[in-house]
Structures are given as structure tokens and as C-alpha cells.
């Protein structure tokens, strides 16, 4: 199961922060909601979720108005016939892929993804997409990766696709390369772009890139740099095809792009003075920008409910850059081997939590009376009407939140809410 707890690396963390582990009831998405921002992110890919009505209507309403303009991701549902076994589900499935690609000529690769009823009756999807890439292939490359809430929790179903692309990425030998892993709006994406060529790293690589049928090579000279932290699967499956990860915090806010950057720029040697040069401009402009949101949440207590496995990062920004107290960090998914630069710069004291029993959770979350709780969708207007400030933490998956350019409006995400509760009290 997608959520136990990492077994593969020592168990073992550097600071004093005791870990609270619970299992019950989850309040959490499922992998299908990854569509939403990988969609628009590869621009020649289709997202085909073999599922039901119910895995239909979650992406339609995760994707909001998007679905109006023409959208590269679709569901093939699973229809009573399909379920009780009554027709052949791979025949049917070859025929809407058929029809698809015969109406969207500009599709490069197909997703075909996995969902709770497709795993539930055992349509094999990688025997599906072996014998549709027979046909297909090259004009078209057909994948498949499950976004399936039985294996994965809401942005696992990012690493679940990048996963299914590591074994066809080309084979770069032993060139020396940087790859920047794990998605980024385009124009954060060029921001640090621009950055790496003054600091004269290259080549650089982003992964996933913009055209799925770009797909950067791997090799032993690739070192990897995650870009975001819940991509487990995907950097170990790097790891085996020879990449060597750089550990590193993670670029959100001033110190952690600085740290993120650093990483990079040690491992090509680059002198500090260059280093300092290179970055000031950004880092004067973002400190700039982000002192005013620092105002308001100075001071302020926050309570962050699992999630997205965002939160130790950014908790690590509220509490260092923003002089937030931090009152309780839950995150769905521990992964020391991704999360150790950033657990070691968390405040000693902040209590941890992995995994989620809900009602427990709230209790803790209602006594303790936090200034921002920072929640899914589902819980986020019932704590409202409670009288809680709140942040819905989906937002911090869709907007632009890397870089240093980025820093004052991460910080402003979580000011809105406060702000707005000071201007509706008379
Ligand atoms: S994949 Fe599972 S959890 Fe996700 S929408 Fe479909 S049925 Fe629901």
C-alpha cells in the first residue's frame, strides 16, 4: 500500500522531533487529480482514465472550467456489462483509444490511467498498453500508471506518472547533466532556467518537459534535484538507471530556492562569490516583496492537515521566513530519503504528524484554536463555519509557488485568508 510509511531507508532522523503515526479515516483526494496540472504541463499528452462515473466527475470538478476548452484528458467508463465481466473490457478499451486518436491527431502519448474500479475487476492496463503501443507506436507512445485512490493519495499520482516514463527515457551514458525533477509552471520553469545559465549549470533538463515526446536522458552523469517532494517512486527509479540524487531542501521561499540552488551549484563546483552574484538581484526583490506578507503572519499559529506531502516544506517557510508557530505539521507520507534537509530545519519542538485519523485530528486542531488551518476542500468550510481561518491546501499544488519570484505570493496565499477575516469583522 502506497501509504505505509517508507521502510526502505533507516528509520532514523537527525533532530529530536518525535513523529505521531496514525491510521483511520482519511480526508484526501486520490491520484486521478494529478490530470489536472500534468495535462497542462505536457502539452502533446492525453490523460485517459479507465474508471467509473464517480472517477469522471472527480476530475471534471477538479479541473473545473477547464473541462470547457477542449481538454487533453478524458474517462472511458466502466460500464454494469464491463463490472459483472459480461464484455470484453480490453476490446472496448481498444476501441475508444481507436476513436481517440483518430479525432486528436496532435496526441504524442497516451496515458492510460488506472483507477479504483479498473484495479478492482484486474483489467491489466500494462498488457493494454503493450498491445495498443504495437499499433501505435512510434507515432504514438501509449503508458499507463495507476491514479487510483486505493494506491494513491492526490499528488503520489504525479510520481505514479512520471514513474511510468522513467523506463523509456533515453540513455545518456556518462554526459554530466542536471535534472530538475518533479512539475513547475512554465514560467518558473524559465526563471530558473535563466538562472542555471548564469550560474553557467547545464545542460539542464526538466522532467516532466513540456512535449512528453522530449523526454530528457538519464544516464550515470545525471544528478538529480527534486523540484518537488512527494516523487519516491519516481527518484528511485532514477536512482536504478544510474542518476545520483542531490539532497536538498526545496525551492520554496527565499532560503530554501537558495539552498536548492546551492546544491546545484556545489556539485559543479561553482565559487561562492559567483554564486552570491548571481542570485542577489532575486533574492533583494523577493525579500522586498515578502516582508509585507511577514507582517501579517508573524506571531500567527498554524495547523497543517495531511495532504499533498507539501507541508514540511512549507511549514519550514511559515515558521523560518514568515515567523509563523508552527502547531502541528501533518503530512499523508513521510519519505526520509526526500525529507531529511527539510525535517532537520524544522523548530525543535514542532510536532509531526504522518498518516491521518481525521476526527482525532480536528479535536487536536480545535483545542489547540490556530490563527490558519491550512486543509483539503472537504474540511476547509466546516472549520470555517466553526470560526477557524483556513487555507485550501489544493491551491498550493496549482499555483506557481517555486522560486524566489514566487516567495511573496506563497506567503500571500497564506496572509488572504487572515486578511480577509480582518475586513469581513465589524
Ligand atoms: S480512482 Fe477511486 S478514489 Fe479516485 S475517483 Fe475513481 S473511484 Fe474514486
Redesign the pocket.
Known amino acids: 500500500m502506497a501509504l505505509e510509511p517508507c521502510t526502505e531507508v533507516p528509520n532514523q532522523i537527525k533532530t529530536d522531533i518525535p513523529i505521531l503515526k496514525e491510521r483511520g479515516q482519511r480526508e484526501v483526494f ?3 487529480t494529478g490530470i489536472v496540472w500534468l495535462h497542462r504541463k505536457m502539452q502533446d499528452a492525453f490523460f485517459l482514465v479507465v ?2 462515473r ?2 469522471a466527475h ?1 476530475v471534471q470538478s477538479a479541473a473545473g472550467v477547464m473541462i470547457f476548452a477542449e481538454p487533453r484528458f478524458g474517462t472511458a467508463i466502466l460500464g454494469e456489462r464491463d463490472l459483472a465481466g459480461l464484455a470484453d473490457a480490453n476490446e472496448e478499451l481498444d476501441r475508444i483509444v481507436d476513436q481517440l486518436l483518430e479525432r486528436r491527431p496532435d496526441i504524442g502519448t497516451l496515458f492510460l490511467v488506472g ?3 479498473s484495479e478492482v475487476i484486474k483489467l491489466d492496463l500494462a498488457k493494454a498498453s503493450e498491445r495498443l503501443n504495437q499499433r501505435f507506436f512510434p507515432k504514438v507512445r501509449i503508458l499507463n500508471y495507476s ?4 494506491e494513491t493519495t492526490f499528488t503520489q499520482g504525479e510520481d505514479a506518472c512520471l514513474g511510468s516514463m522513467v523506463p523509456v527515457l533515453p540513455n545518456s551514458y556518462d554526459e554530466p547533466s542536471l535534472m530538475i525533477v518533479g512539475s513547475l509552471a512554465d514560467v518558473v520553469e524559465d526563471q530558473f532556467q535563466r538562472l542555471f545559465e548564469k550560474l553557467g549549470i547545464g545542460p539542464v533538463y526538466f522532467f516532466p518537459p513540456r512535449r512528453a515526446s522530449k523526454l530528457p536522458p538519464v544516464g550515470k552523469g545525471t544528478k538529480l534535484l527534486l523540484a518537488q517532494p512527494f516523487l519516491s517512486d519516481t527518484v528511485r527509479s532514477l536512482i536504478a538507471r544510474g542518476a545520483t540524487l542531490l539532497p536538498s531542501p526545496y525551492p520554496f521561499g527565499i532560503e530554501g530556492t537558495t539552498a536548492w540552488l546551492k546544491t546545484a551549484a556545489d556539485a559543479w563546483h561553482i565559487d561562492s562569490s559567483q554564486f552570491e552574484q548571481a542570485i542577489a538581484p532575486s533574492v533583494n526583490r523577493a525579500k522586498i516583496a515578502l516582508e509585507r506578507y511577514r507582517q501579517t503572519l508573524a506571531g500567527r499559529k498554524a495547523f497543517l492537515f495531511p495532504d499533498s506531502q507539501l507541508e514540511i516544506p512549507l511549514a519550514r517557510f511559515l515558521s523560518r521566513e514568515c515567523g509563523m508557530e508552527l502547531v502541528e505539521v501533518g503530512t499523508p507520507y513521510i519519505d526520509r530519503l526526500l525529507m531529511e534537509s527539510e525535517i532537520n530545519l524544522l523548530p525543535v519542538g514542532t510536532a509531526l504528524s504522518e498518516g491521518q485519523d481525521v476526527e482525532k485530528q480536528l479535536d487536536r486542531c480545535r483545542q489547540a484554536k490556530p490563527d490558519i488551518t491550512v486543509c483539503g476542500l472537504g474540511l476547509a468550510n466546516p472549520l470555517e463555519a466553526e470560526g477557524m481561518a483556513t487555507k485550501w491546501s489544493i491551491e498550493l499544488v496549482f499555483s506557481p509557488i517555486h522560486g524566489y519570484d514566487q516567495a511573496a505570493d506563497l506567503a500571500e496565499l497564506f496572509a488572504r485568508p487572515l486578511e480577509r477575516r480582518r475586513r469581513l469583522t465589524v
Do not use: A, E, V
Open positions: 486520490c491520484g486521478l474508471g467509473s464517480t472517477c472527480l483507477s479504483c474500479p491514479g487510483s485512490g486505493i
